[in-house]
């Protein structure tokens, strides 16, 4: 099984870090909260948000811009 290296902000990996506990790993934590057949975001986002689907779905392509040219940067 292959692994990959990826950024992480902080409070991202402090809300993944709080989910993993000492028999499970960051990729155990990940694949759960990705199960396919989990078809809500509740497990990605924080439970009572008021962001709509379509806002999440905005913010995460401001996201995806961002992280492209960060990595054009890198290149």
Same mark, same amino acid.
């Given at each position: 099984?292959?692994?990959?290296?990826?950024? +992480?902000?902080? #409070?991202?990996?402090?809300?993944?870090?709080? !989910?993993?506990?000492?028999?499970?790993?960051? =990729?155990?934590?990940? %694949?759960? +909260?990705?199960? #396919?057949?989990?078809?809500?975001?509740?497990? !990605?986002?924080?439970?009572?948000?008021?962001? =709509?689907?379509?806002? %999440?779905?905005?913010?995460?392509?401001?996201?995806?811009?961002?992280?492209?040219?960060?990595?054009?940067?890198?290149?």
């Amino acid at each position: 099984m292959g692994s990959k290296t990826i950024s +992480l902000k902080d #409070e991202a990996y402090e809300r993944l870090k709080a !989910l993993k506990t000492d028999d499970k790993s960051f =990729s155990d934590v990940v %694949l759960e +909260l990705t199960k #396919e057949e989990t078809k809500n975001f509740e497990n !990605l986002v924080e439970i009572g948000t008021d962001a =709509s689907v379509e806002e %999440l779905i905005k913010m995460r392509r401001e996201e995806s811009f961002t992280d492209e040219e960060r990595e054009k940067l890198l290149r």
